[in-house]
């Protein structure tokens, strides 16, 4: 029997002590779904967070133990923020970062923390197919008919499903991947505003015993580098407040890490409940919007705000975008950036007016 055959029939014994039907049994339809092709790509979406890269090592590990089929881990862009760079120095996940895809053979590919209609991923610039797609966002966009489909906007990241897989087939990760994992779905639950779900629980309860709880300390508290704080520094004096909505607006940034966690911060201020920031990086503007909860639809504003002008999605409470200029300008131009502060204050309902500093320069100078 080949090992596709032996997967079926362990599992089938174990749904049926557990008094459950194998075909429920959601790891067991992914792995069938790719026993034909003679290798597997599991792919990210660009600049990959913890979640992405955690959950695609999930994968990574499940179908090389379960299929022994060759397979890789792949995104596009670049690894960003001081904590997703500690997490894959310490922890070395199996991911390569490309400028373009490229399959031999008969080859799978496997969207993982995000979608076929998404704009943020190496597929869309080549004619590949996915064979299946395993995801925690919203769908949007038309649905395609793939042999395998995993999608649950309940759970609070990706990690959650690849979990439940490892699980279903008796994985147990090591501490490297259980610290990766653990720390994904700590960072989407900051990230989405929101209480961990049942399916969440469990996930949490069954990776701790796994944990290499040194590293993941380690992680979440990176190294950060001088230019860091020059940027935050400048962020800081460039905020400005229009009733409860912030705006925060940089010429440039020595990098993309300091626009997310500047809207990390502004929305943790009291009386603020709607941010948006930007900055100018290597050619294209970079923009972060949090919502405090009840407070709007981070994603929603955000795609409102750059209608035609760049792309951008996420989370309820959390999203990001980009808008490409490296064809037109060097420079985050003062038109531009009036038409998205007009457009951001709108799609947030709030009446044009003058904004104030977020600390105003009188409160400085009385602090010196």
Not at 79 to 98: F, G, H, Q, T, Y
Not at 258 to 279: H, K, P, T
Not at 281 to 293: E, Q, Y
Request: glycine share 6%.
């Amino acid at each position: 029997m080949d090992s596709t055959g032996s997967i079926v029939t362990t599992t089938m014994a174990n749904d049926k002590q557990a008094g459950r039907p194998a075909r429920r049994r959601r790891s067991d339809r992914f792995l069938r779904a790719l026993s034909d092709f003679d290798n597997v790509v599991i792919l990210t979406h660009d600049n990959p967070d913890p979640d992405a890269i955690a959950a695609g090592w999930g994968l990574y590990v499940l179908i090389k133990e379960r299929l022994g089929k060759p397979v890789r881990l792949v995104a596009g862009g670049a690894i960003l923020r001081a904590e997703n760079l500690r997490m894959v120095e310490l922890l070395k996940p199996p991911i390569e970062l490309l400028s373009k895809l490229e399959v031999s053979g008969q080859c799978a590919v496997v969207l993982e923390d995000c979608q076929a209609s998404a704009v943020n991923h190496l597929l869309t610039s080549s004619n590949l197919r996915p064979t299946a797609v395993i995801d925690h966002h919203q769908p949007v966009g038309e649905r395609l008919r793939l042999r395998f489909t995993d999608i649950r906007p309940q759970v609070t990241a990706t990690a959650t499903i690849v979990s439940q897989y490892l699980r279903e087939q008796n994985i147990d990760p090591r501490p490297e991947l259980a610290t990766a994992l653990v720390y994904a779905l700590r960072t989407d639950m900051q990230a989405k505003q929101t209480t961990f779900c049942p399916a969440d629980h469990h996930a949490f309860a069954w990776l701790m015993h796994s944990v290499d709880h040194q590293k993941l300390s380690d992680i979440e508290n990176a190294p950060l580098s001088p230019a860091y704080y020059a940027d935050l520094l400048l962020a800081l004096q460039n905020t400005f407040t229009y009733e409860d909505t912030a705006l925060c607006f940089l010429p440039r940034a020595s990098g993309p890490e300091i626009i997310g966690e500047v809207a990390d911060l502004l929305i943790r201020r009291e009386d603020l409940r709607r941010v948006l920031c930007g900055a100018m990086v290597k050619g294209d503007v970079l923009l972060s919007v949090r919502t405090a909860r009840g407070n709007g639809d981070a994603s929603a504003l955000l795609q409102q705000t750059l209608e035609g002008l760049g792309y951008g999605g996420g989370h309820r409470h959390r999203a990001g975008g980009k808008i490409d200029l490296s064809r037109k300008s060097d420079q985050f131009s003062e038109d531009l950036q009036s038409l998205l502060r007009s457009r951001w204050l709108a799609a947030c309902g709030v009446d044009q007016q003058r904004g104030s500093r977020l600390v105003p320069r009188s409160e400085i100078l009385e602090n010196l």
